[in-house]
């Protein structure tokens, strides 16, 4: 019975580990993955409660940008 117990809080606490990223961006880091990623102009980086937001230009076009805790980068209209 210990060693279920055991996997379990192990099962847990990797589960908990993963959704905590292991190092947070620094808004300059940020700026330097968007400008790899072929974003200009980037402007107007904000912490919001959907993520870390921004405004930039993709192609000659604005977007708005999210990025989340894992860093991941999504276009919203």
Same mark, same amino acid.
């Given at each position: 019975?210990? +060693?279920?117990?055991?996997?379990?809080? #192990?099962?847990?606490?990797? #589960?908990? =580990? *993963?959704?905590? !990223?292991?190092?947070? @961006?620094?808004?300059? /880091?940020?700026?330097?993955?968007?400008?790899?990623? =072929?974003?200009? /102009? %980037?402007? /107007?980086? +904000?912490?919001? *409660?959907? =993520?870390?937001?921004?405004? *930039?230009?993709?192609? =000659?076009? !604005?977007?708005? @940008?999210? %990025? $989340?805790?894992?860093?991941?980068?999504? /276009?919203? $209209?």
């Amino acid at each position: 019975m210990h +060693k279920r117990r055991l996997s379990h809080l #192990i099962l847990a606490l990797t #589960i908990a =580990g *993963a959704a905590v !990223p292991a190092h947070a @961006l620094t808004q300059d /880091e940020l700026v330097a993955k968007l400008r790899a990623a =072929g974003y200009a /102009e %980037i402007s /107007e980086v +904000k912490s919001t *409660a959907e =993520g870390t937001t921004a405004k *930039a230009m993709k192609n =000659g076009k !604005p977007v708005r @940008l999210v %990025i $989340d805790s894992s860093g991941q980068v999504k /276009e919203r $209209d």
